[in-house]
């Protein structure tokens, strides 16, 4: 099992930034991915970000690219996700996930584990 427990989250306006962390613990001696999705008040849960074991690999939709990065420090069971250029629609809960395996994952479908999720709201 792996506990993740995400911070960071807020009120900050648009064009600002705001750095989420998640914090792991439990089983977190074996290799896994990590990913960040996001939820809207009534729409689907979406992709945001995922970094496989190494932290070498990240993969990102056309949304958040090139204003988001996900990062990692093994050391600290830690996962962060760096938004900067923050827009009003990218206003959700900030979840992130976890699944042994060393490999990026995409689908929220391939992940075991979740945290509890953080409020982000960007206003206009």
């Known amino acids: 099992q792996v506990q993740l427990v995400e911070s960071g989250g807020g009120l900050v306006q648009a064009g600002g930034s705001l750095r989420l962390s998640c914090a792991a613990s439990?089983?977190?001696?074996?290799?896994?991915?990590m990913g960040w999705f996001r939820q809207a008040p009534g729409k689907e849960r979406e992709f945001v970000a995922t970094?496989?074991?190494?932290?070498?690999?990240?993969y990102y939709p056309n949304s958040v690219k090139g204003r988001f990065t996900i990062s990692r420090d093994n050391a600290k069971n830690t996962v962060y996700l760096q938004m900067n250029s923050l827009k009003p629609e990218d206003t959700a809960v900030y979840y992130c996930?976890?699944?042994?395996?060393?490999?990026?994952?995409?689908?929220?479908?391939?992940?075991?584990?979740w945290g509890q999720g953080t409020q982000v709201t960007v206003s206009s």
């Open positions: 970094i496989n074991w190494s932290g070498v690999n990240t």
């Open positions: 439990g089983r977190t001696f074996s290799p896994y991915a």
């Open positions: 996930a976890a699944v042994h395996t060393p490999q990026l994952k995409a689908s929220a479908g391939d992940y075991d584990y």
